[in-house]
Structures are given as structure tokens and as C-alpha cells.
């Protein structure tokens, strides 16, 4: 059966080796094991002191565990950080692509907490990974003590035809003629910090991995306000994706107790320099406690 995820066997060994890559960046212990779900054995890595307070971190889309752990280092000191690849979304994920209009978020995610051995937990879902941890959370209030939200898909979307005009024409040169100039325009409106390690993944992942055209869709109004724990939304003021002020504009209207935090030079892809690590690291700790 051919793979939902990779395009060729070569492409996965790269894929797998760019995941392995990152997680060596991460600079605590890092456990690997699997958790039993209906649509199959799920893989988790988990970092941070044993005795540390659990969150349950979701990635980006077209990344994994591994990456998201990697730009988590200053949280890992003190909490316990279980990151699970995504389904359809991580190479080590399970190879399907879950429905986005029915109930598999939450009961993926119930299971997940299940075989974590989480009645409740605090959760912290980007992109991709924010729309899950939000469409979760509506549907499994009384196991989220906590939900905060970053660059977060599914509140408010961006122009489709900006994101054509900025991005068709670089794609289309950079897919003819692929070096590291024409990557770094083609990423230019997304990215907000060059990174070697990160450009390198991206630049393989265009190559080696199925593209999911899907856009999650958009909360309605009765599934923001049935966010009844508190909430943080940490959101881009230069996200052509999932725009920081109209994710802010909204919230504010659905549900005012919602804390945001509009951050300025933000892209869709956050930083991911020292400083903004340990940011967005105190900026969580003081939620979250």
C-alpha cells in the first residue's frame, strides 16, 4: 500500500534522518515508546524531569515531535513534555489522514491522554497541532486544565490569493531550479528567522513528502466559547496564514477572558533564535503556573 506520507523509500530515510537530527539538538533525555490508538500504535517521545508538571505539546504540520521539542528547551527543565507525532503530519506519525470534520481529534486525543496515563492535562498546540489541541479541548473540556494556542489554524484565516501571489511564483523557480537563494525567497512571507537546520528539513520535506492541501476549518463561535479553562493565544502580527490580528479581533469578541499575546516581526513560522526560546518559554511557564 502505498505511503499518505513519503513519496519514495529514499525520501523517508532522509525525512527519518532530519527527524533524528533534531531530536539530538535537544539537550535533556528523550524517550521514545508508543501509545495504543484505533487507528494504530501512536509514537510519543517525552522530555523533562519525571516529577515535572505534564503538557501535552502538538506540532506544526509537515514537522514532528522531535522539532517541536528541539524549540522547547527552556520549558524541559521543569516540565514534562509528551509530544506525540501527529497523525498525517510527522514522518514517525501514523501513516493516515484523519477526517477534520468529525469527532477523530478528540477521540484521538482522549485515547493519547489514556495511554498517558493523563486524567487531565495542560495543552499547547502550533498550527496545525493548535487546531487539533482546540478542536480537542471543546470536545474533552474536563481534561484540559489548560490550552494555549500559537500561530494556532482554525480561528481565522488569511487571504488565499496574498498567499498565491507571494508564494506561486518563488515555488514554481525554486521546484525548476532548487538552491538555497530561491528556498529562502520561496520562504521569505512564512519564515521569521533563517535557519540552517530548519531551511535544510524544509528544502527535504518539499521533495520527500506528500503535500495535505487540506486548510483545517474554521471554529464557529458555540466551539470558542465552550473553551471554558483559561486560554492563551500566542499569534504572529505578520502571519499571512492565520493572521495575529484577526485571530486577536476574534477572540476578542468570542471569548474576552482569552489572554493574547500579538507578537511583533512574527511570522507564520516563529522565531527560532535563543531569545525567542526562552520568550515564549517564560511566556508558557507564567500561564501554565
Not at 503530519?89 to 477534520?100: A, E, H, T, V, W
Not at 478528540?106 to 499547547?124: I, K, M, Y
Amino acid at each position: 500500500m502505498k505511503s499518505q506520507l513519503w513519496k519514495t523509500p529514499a525520501g523517508r530515510d532522509r525525512l527519518e534522518q532530519w527527524y533524528d537530527r533534531f531530536q539530538a539538538k535537544v539537550e535533556v533525555p528523550v524517550e521514545s515508546f508508543h501509545v495504543p490508538t484505533t487507528w494504530g500504535e501512536n509514537h510519543v517521545l517525552v522530555a523533562g524531569p519525571e516529577d515535572g508538571q505534564p503538557l501535552v505539546a502538538l506540532h506544526a504540520m509537515r514537522t514532528g515531535a522531535s522539532f517541536l521539542l528541539a524549540e522547547l528547551g527552556p520549558l524541559l527543565t521543569e516540565y514534562r513534555v509528551y509530544a506525540p507525532d501527529l497523525p498525517g503530519q510527522s514522518i514517525r506519525g501514523l501513516d493516515i489522514r484523519q477526517p477534520l470534520d468529525d469527532a477523530s481529534a478528540a477521540q484521538w486525543t482522549a485515547e493519547l491522554l489514556d495511554g498517558l496515563s493523563l486524567s487531565s492535562t495542560n495543552l499547547f498546540g502550533i498550527s496545525w497541532g493548535g487546531y487539533l489541541a482546540r478542536a480537542a479541548t471543546t470536545a474533552l473540556p474536563d481534561r484540559v486544565n489548560k490550552l494555549a494556542l500559537m500561530v494556532p489554524a482554525g480561528i481565522a484565516n488569511g487571504s488565499h490569493l496574498t498567499g498565491l501571489m507571494k508564494m506561486a511564483f518563488p515555488m514554481i523557480r525554486y521546484q525548476i531550479r532548487p538552491t538555497e537563494a530561491r528556498l529562502r525567497k520561496l520562504l521569505a512571507p512564512i519564515v521569521s528567522t533563517w535557519d540552517e537546520d530548519w531551511g535544510g528539513y524544509i528544502a527535504c520535506s518539499l521533495r520527500d513528502l506528500k503535500m495535505d492541501p487540506r486548510i483545517p476549518p474554521l471554529a464557529t463561535d458555540a466551539q470558542l466559547q465552550a473553551l471554558t479553562m483559561p486560554v492563551l493565544a500566542i499569534v504572529g502580527e505578520e502571519d499571512i496564514s492565520f493572521p495575529g490580528r484577526a485571530i486577536h479581533e476574534r477572540l476578542r469578541k468570542v471569548l474576552p477572558s482569552a489572554e493574547i499575546e500579538l507578537v511583533e516581526n512574527c511570522k507564520h513560522c516563529p522565531p527560532t533564535t535563543p531569545e525567542f526560546r526562552e520568550w515564549l518559554a517564560r511566556r508558557l511557564k507564567t500561564f501554565f503556573n
